[in-house]
């Protein structure tokens, strides 16, 4: 079981805005930055959000991260069909030394 | 532009090594500005990462598999290499190496190799 929880799935109507939370602890979103990563299965995994805040140029602003004590968010606005892919976020933890992956979201465009 | 290939064997008997290459083009492994990691996907589960590291730096693995996992990097082919020891059929999962300016952030990602651990 993955220390940053997630929600296992999210949805949202084509223009909408959805959220994505990522909730840990003082080890590891208390202490370090927050990581985004959209990924398809079978293709190479996309950073979307690094730093809790900062986009890859390339990324659209229709991304966001945001990050509040030991939790962190991702919101897409102006959802779009091409947007329905996996979202993890990431951290480092410094009790073990090492990079928590969250369990990942399931995002469905309807 | 960066690119990243993993390359290895699709098939791997229990309690065997597996050995997987990262081979880069459009930069070099030398480089201290940026990070090396390698993350896998077992089947129907989320991406686990397995280690960080830069040339001639140092190495970061995943505490659950700390005791079995080497990595390492060959500047005369431009390569990152795993070396995951004793498998069994839990490690079989899609594969990916990538690079980052940050030993918790990545940029660039490979296409990602399967390997199945089975007799």
């Known amino acids: 079981q993955s220390v940053l929880t997630q929600p296992p799935s999210a949805s949202g109507t084509p223009g909408q805005r959805v959220t994505i939370s990522c909730s840990g602890g003082?080890?590891?979103?208390?202490?370090?930055?927050v990581s985004w990563y959209q990924h398809l299965p079978g293709t190479a995994p996309k950073l979307l959000i690094y730093?809790?805040?900062q986009r890859p140029s390339g990324v659209p602003d229709r991304f966001s991260g945001s990050k509040s004590g030991t939790s962190a968010s991702l919101a897409i606005s102006g959802l779009q069909s091409e947007d329905e892919a996996d979202y993890y976020c990431t951290a480092w933890d410094d009790s073990l030394n090492g990079v928590l992956f969250g369990g990942g979201t399931k995002l469905t465009v309807l | 532009q960066l690119q990243l290939q993993e390359s290895g064997p699709g098939l791997v008997k229990p309690s065997e090594t597996l050995s997987l290459t990262c081979s880069v083009s459009g930069g070099s492994v030398t480089s201290s500005a940026y990070y090396w990691g390698w993350f896998r996907q077992p089947p129907g589960i989320g991406l686990e990462w397995i280690g960080s590291?830069?040339?001639?730096?140092?190495?970061f693995s995943n505490p659950s598999l700390r005791s079995r996992v080497t990595l390492s990097v060959d500047a005369s082919r431009n390569q990152v290499s795993l070396r995951l020891t004793s498998v069994t059929a839990a490690d079989t999962a899609v594969f990916y190496c990538?690079?980052?300016?940050?030993?918790?952030?990545?940029?660039?990602w490979g296409q990602g190799t399967l390997v199945t651990v089975s007799s």
């Open positions: 990538a690079r980052g300016p940050r030993t918790d952030v990545f940029d660039y």
């Open positions: 003082s080890s590891n979103i208390g202490s370090s930055t």
């Open positions: 730093s809790n805040t």
């Open positions: 590291m830069y040339y001639r730096g140092r190495t």
